[in-house]
């Protein structure tokens, strides 16, 4: 690709996702986010368990939530009132704000708010709980290495998602590069799934994206990303967390929500959706589990 580099719109906004201001930020954002609700930390108590989910979640599926709903209530012997948000940070917005008992969410934002949040269960994947970042290029591209998309327009999930933001920024950042620098232009999909339609449509020469989910998908609808190829997997890092505020952690709430997704492997209703998931099982977990992401954040967080 010749000529002036058009400057990535979407990623000019990326540098502060690792400001202190824009946690500050937050705080603005979830009283918009939960407009209509008071913005305090509150109790369930008989009211519906609210539990967040995220665009790591492969939520386009509707019989997968249906199924996934009526093994919580059955299990939690109430209702369940899935959340679902476009992005991560309206998602952390509610959490941090209190008003979900827990959530899906992805490791970058647990260890961008570790002071504010809690661990409560991860998901084991293939044997463990631990998950890749793909970068990955058209069926057709010639590219064999990562130093090849450069000059090229590369598709980005989230800002706030580790494989489908922070473990290329981390990459670039060992290189002295920015996206800004590397790529010609660079854009936000909002979504694993449109990260890979992005690729295979030719929108973008590639795309970072969600190793789980590029494999579930692989499976679920091989044309569409029969039309990708896998040019970089990363390190193992710790898989999606469903995580609480922490100040909600020990609720009735949060430990019936534990007890269910770690129990889910054994449970006749939650069987078929871990199936329809492709994942072993939920566990317990340490906070450690995500030291690798914490890393790659404390380097980017420094050249930003």
Known sequence: MSGRRARPRSLLRAPRAFSAGRRRALGVL???????????VRSTGHESIRFGLTPVFLSSDLQLLAKLEQYLAASVEGPVALIHRRTYQEISALLLAGQLDAAWICGFPFVQHADRLALLAVPVFRGEPLYQAYVIVNQASPARSFAELRGGVHAFSDPDSNSGFLV???????????????????FFTYGHRNVIRAVASGLAQSGSVDGYIWEVMNEMEPDLVGRTRVLRRSEKLGFPPVASNARLARTPAAKKLVHALVRMHEQPLGQPVLAMLRLDRFI?????????IAEKYKLVRSVS
Not at 30 to 40: E, K, Q, S
């Open 284 to 292: 317990p977990a340490e906070t450690s589990l995500y030291d690798g």
């Open 30 to 40: 979830a009283a918009a986010a939960v407009a209509g609700f008071p913005a305090i």
């Open 168 to 186: 290329t920024r981390h990459l670039l950042a060992t290189m002295k590069e920015g996206p800004d620098t590397f790529f010609a232009r660079s």
